[in-house]
């Protein structure tokens, strides 16, 4: 089978409607996987530019970029469109487009739906798109536009598990014959987990919404009105539901090892481990509890919150540090070959373990980082830690969906540059959150030294926006004019997994 999509000479030959009709309705899980991703890109630009915009407006008191009435709205915009426009489509959409392949389907499972939910969540993002510029977001203040917000909300989550269902189905019932669960390959299975984990959340959060809907269209009394919608639905918007989103990137950075070692990974098993450790988190969103650490008190009341504390929030740690050290283990065989996709798939799992590292301390109540930009810090490793490994995966798979290679240096070069964006973006504010500087605000107390950690914030984000703009340009050339792949990498990258 080739490694690249061609249009049949029919819709070429009817012009650019026949090859948009295809495109709008078409069965292959390449496209699909193609359509969900471009478009979960969109969003990511403008996620960010919102994050520089943002940063910028923190350096001084006297920066007027936005309306003051208006950060709020863009707070919260950033962080709902972090994690359903950016983190949850491209990870499915990479998902879509790669796992079949892996396992020797020729189709994906309920193809038609997987596209009608792809659909969901494209129609549902520009309704909350619309909704948040009509001051409609949690928090907003015309209940019209929050009454939109929680539709498009709807569509969205619906539209995510649709894909997510159609992905384990997948993996479940249309694995090539001989092949197990067991001798899937790593990233099948950490698309898998990650499917199974959205199945099993956001469908805690779509009754929240229905409840909260209800409510916001009636009394208005029970669940807080407008004010009581981040309330509800706050859980899904923090960790440790953002952990969840970022298993693939264990997945993504021992697939590429596996294939750089040539040889099969040391101790498969462990890395198994690793995923279901970092799935745990799922425990916690379902339940919608932190388990936080109380370190005052008597020494049985401090045992009793460090047990829970422990088993949320420590396991998924455990679980990247044992996926980590595999892989480095792996990378000691002499017959290691570099790839330019293991620099930001490596360094965006290290960003996700920072996170994850930081919302340790967050839960730790005596050092009262909750409500501080320390918070908010913890959302951009992890988020951004996510895109990173996302484009370290496209520059691994790509050649398998368009059939021409990247280039190696500016994958490596963008990929150490994406890396010190996010630290710039976000170390400052895991400092700043230590001398009290306010979430979600833009003016008053700052906190010490503010203007310098903003500013330096503010150089991340507009660095970490460079990126993924050249990253695209790179992209686009590649798949047009690049060098043309053969299938020894596939067939290594198979027989290694």
């Known amino acids: 089978m080739t490694a690249v999509e061609t249009i049949s000479p029919t819709s070429s030959g009817a012009g650019i409607l026949g090859v948009v009709s295809e495109w709008l309705m078409t069965t292959s899980h390449r496209r699909i996987g193609r359509l969900l991703v471009a478009s979960s890109v969109f969003w990511m630009l403008i996620v960010v530019l919102v994050g520089t915009l943002l940063s910028v407006e923190r350096i001084s008191s006297t920066t007027d970029l936005v309306d003051p009435t208006s950060t709020t709205q863009l707070f919260s915009f950033f962080r709902v469109g ?44 520009v309704i909350v798109g619309v909704a948040y510029i009509g001051n409609g977001g949690p928090g907003g203040g015309d209940p019209q536009m ?42 099948v299975w950490s698309s898998l987990i990650t499917s199974i984990s959205l ?47 970022a298993i693939s990137t264990l997945g993504v950075l021992a ?36 388990y ?48 330019a996709a293991f620099v930001p798939a490596f360094f965006g799992v290290a960003m996700v373990l920072t996170g994850m590292l930081g919302n340790a301390l967050l839960r730790i109540n005596n050092l009262k ?38 280039p190696t240096m500016p994958v490596i070069g963008l990929g150490l540059l994406g890396t010190l964006g996010i630290v710039l ?39 970490f926006l460079l990126v993924i703009v050249a990253f695209v340009g790179l992209v686009v050339k590649s798949s047009r004019d690049g060098e043309i792949a053969n299938d020894e990498i596939f067939e290594t990258a198979q027989a290694n997994v």
């Not at 020729?106 to 993002?125: E, T």
């Not at 929680?150 to 384990?168: D, E, K, N, P």
């Not at 009754?207 to 009394?221: C, F, K």
């Not at 976000?426 to 903003?454: E, K, M, V």
């Open 199 to 245: 199945i099993l959340t956001l469908p805690v959060m779509a009754g929240a919404l229905i409840y909260v809907a209800v409510d916001h269209s009636y009394t208005r009394a029970t669940f807080g009105a407008t004010d009581g919608v981040n309330a509800w639905i706050g859980w899904a918007l923090t960790s440790p539901q953002i952990f969840l989103l």
């Open 82 to 125: 972090l994690i359903f426009g950016v983190m949850a489509p491209m990870t499915l959409g990479i998902a879509l487009a790669v796992v079949p392949m892996q396992i020797g389907s020729q189709v994906l499972a309920f193809a038609r739906a997987a596209l009608f939910g792809v659909y969901l969540w494209i129609f549902g993002m």
């Open 292 to 339: 936080a650490l109380q370190l005052d008190g008597e020494l049985s009341d401090i045992a009793k919150s460090l047990v829970p504390f422990l088993f949320y929030n420590a396991l998924p740690i455990l679980g990247v540090l044992i996926v980590l050290g595999l892989c480095l283990l792996a990378m000691k065989n002499e017959k290691a070959k570099p790839s």
């Open 425 to 463: 973006a976000a170390l400052p504010y895991y400092i700043a959150g230590f001398t009290d500087q306010p979430a979600s605000r833009t003016t008053g107390s700052l906190g010490d030294n503010s203007q310098i950690w903003n500013s330096v914030a503010a150089l991340g984000q507009a660095i």
């Open 255 to 290: 697939q590429i090892v596996g294939t750089m070692t040539r040889g099969k990974q040391p101790l498969r098993g462990g890395l198994f481990v690793g995923i279901g450790l970092m799935s745990t988190a799922l425990v916690g969103t379902v339940t919608q509890s932190f």
């Open 369 to 406: 980082l909750s409500n501080t930009v320390f918070e908010e810090a913890v959302l951009v490793y992890v988020g951004y830690g996510v895109i990173l490994s996302s484009l370290g995966a496209i520059a691994y798979f790509g050649p398998r969906i368009w059939g021409r290679k990247m």
């Open 146 to 187: 929050v009454d939109l917000f929680l539709v498009g909300m709807a569509l969205v989550i619906a539209g995510l598990i649709v894909v997510s269902a159609s992905i384990a189905t997948t993996v479940l019932t249309s694995r090539r014959a001989g092949m197990t669960l067991i001798d899937a390959p790593i990233f």
